[in-house]
Structure formats: structure tokens, C-alpha cells
Antibody, heavy 119, light 109 residues
């Protein structure tokens, strides 16, 4: 069974940093690109960035709205992708999901991890 | 930047009725890169339709996708109780790479 599990969320003060993890199982993690999508409370879905699979270069790309504050990386040896968010703002409060790509679609999602930015 | 506009915002239906959800793109979108997702409260989104027309694995055939120009439609031929949820369309383009519509909530009438 394909599964993605996010972790690392929690309460963090504005201006601090946080690193989220996304661990996959049930498939060859290294064969797939992985996206991060967030959802603010009561709001819609916002794509924030992704990292290509190693055969396609393993490089990340980001949405313009968060570029410069986000860093996405991956460690295929542990089937894990990471999202680091720096200089956190209250508007970064959201559930953060990771999603596996098959071609351009997101065919499997994790259950999400809640990040709350508050003093 | 391509903007996806979904309508209506909320669709109130009784079980068994037909649901028609619209997603309009602000400019041309390749069918290959248009997907629909379902999200129930407290759950992650789930892929329903990809490449505008194709059902994802395990999705019942009451769900179908279609296209007319820059207008994409998700149809549920007869809404079941488990179909009451929020539905999002999503497209892939050059920049930003992926965008979502704002969502349509299908609620029980």
C-alpha cells in the first residue's frame, strides 16, 4: 500500500524556522517527484513547491509566493522528503501535505501536519 | 499565471441528484494537465480525475470529467452520501507550476 506520512509540525514563534518530513512507503520513493501543498484553516489548497525525482535531476522549484523562504530536499535512501520554512509568519499557519507525483498529477497524499505560527 | 475559477461555490443537492461542477481557466490549459480532487473534512485530498477525463484508480464511474475550450467540468451522475465534500480542480503550467481552483462544496440539501 502506498503511504506518505508527514511529521514535524507544531507551534512555532514568528521568525523561527521549521523542518517538515514526508516519509513514503509501499513504492519506490526515488522514482517519484514530491510536492508540498498547504491549506490554511478554512481555506483552499495552495501548492508551495516540489522536488523532482533523481532521474529528472532531483532539483526543487517553488511557488513565487514563498520563494526564498522555503527549501525542499530529499533523501531517497530513507524515502523522505523535507520542507524547511524559514522566517515563519502567522500567514504560514496551515496544514502541510506532501503528495506523490505520477507524471503531473498528485496521486497519493499524506495525512498532513499542522503548523501553527503564533507568539 | 493561469487562474482557475470554480463555480458554483456551493452546490446543495439531495442524494441521487446529478452534480455538475465547473472549472474555468483564464487562458488555454492543456487537457493533459487538468485534475480534480475530492477533500472531505479532516482528510487529505484524493485524486479523482486526471488529464481532464481519466478516472484515478478506484474511483467509481459515476464520476466523469469533460472539457469545452477553457471550461472543464466534473460530473457526478448521481450523488451518493459519501460524495458530499469539497472538490478542487488543479492545473499544471510553466509558472507557477501547479495551481488549484478555490473549490466547490457539495452539500446535502
Amino acid at each position: 500500500e502506498v503511504q506518505l506520512v508527514e511529521s514535524g509540525g507544531g507551534l512555532v514563534q514568528p521568525g523561527r524556522s521549521l523542518r517538515l518530513s514526508c516519509t513514503g512507503s509501499g513504492f519506490v520513493f526515488g522514482d517519484h517527484s514530491v510536492s508540498w501543498v498547504r491549506q490554511a484553516p478554512g481555506k483552499g489548497l495552495e501548492w508551495v513547491g516540489f522536488i523532482k525525482s533523481r532521474p529528472y535531476g532531483g532539483t526543487p522549484d517553488y511557488a513565487a509566493s514563498v520563494k526564498g523562504r522555503l527549501t525542499i530536499s530529499r533523501d531517497d535512501s530513507t524515502s523522505t522528503a523535507y520542507l524547511q520554512v524559514n522566517s515563519l509568519k502567522t500567514e504560514d499557519t496551515a496544514v502541510y501535505y506532501c503528495a506523490r507525483h505520477t507524471e503531473k498529477r498528485f496521486d497519493s497524499w499524506g495525512q498532513g501536519t499542522l503548523v501553527t505560527v503564533s507568539s | 499565471e493561469i487562474v482557475l475559477t470554480q463555480s458554483p461555490g456551493t452546490l446543495s443537492l439531495s442524494p441521487g441528484e446529478r452534480a455538475t461542477l465547473s472549472c474555468r481557466a483564464s487562458q488555454s490549459v492543456s487537457s493533459t494537465y487538468l485534475a480534480w480532487y475530492q477533500q472531505k473534512p479532516g482528510q487529505a485530498p484524493r485524486l479523482l480525475i486526471y488529464d481532464a477525463f481519466n478516472r484515478a484508480t478506484g474511483i467509481p464511474d459515476r464520476f466523469s470529467g469533460s472539457r469545452s475550450g477553457t471550461d472543464f467540468t466534473l460530473t457526478i451522475s448521481g450523488v451518493e452520501p459519501e460524495d458530499f465534500a469539497v472538490y478542487y480542480c488543479q492545473q499544471y503550467d510553466s509558472s507557477p507550476l501547479w495551481t488549484f481552483g478555490q473549490g466547490t462544496k457539495v452539500e446535502i440539501k
